[in-house]
């Protein structure tokens, strides 16, 4: 069985997305990208965004 890889850009979330739904609707998508066995990989310039998303993870 063929495995996929999903890539999340985080660079250009802005502080407005971080405050609405949108943490939320992500952190369910890549959840259900999990259970279904496929990778997910992240990519950011900024650090903190990313430490922010793989600790609700």
Same mark, same amino acid.
């Given at each position: 069985?063929?495995?996929?890889?999903f890539? &999340?850009?985080? !660079? $250009?979330i802005? $502080?407005?997305d971080m405050s609405?739904?949108?943490p939320q609707k992500m952190i369910q998508i890549i959840k259900n990208i999990l259970k279904n066995?496929?990778?997910?990989? &992240? !990519?950011a310039v900024n650090k903190d965004r990313l430490a922010?998303? $793989?600790s609700r993870l």
């Open positions: 069985m063929r495995r996929k890889v890539v &999340f850009d985080l !660079t $250009s802005t $502080s407005k609405d739904k949108y066995g496929d990778k997910v990989v &992240f !990519t922010e998303y $793989s």
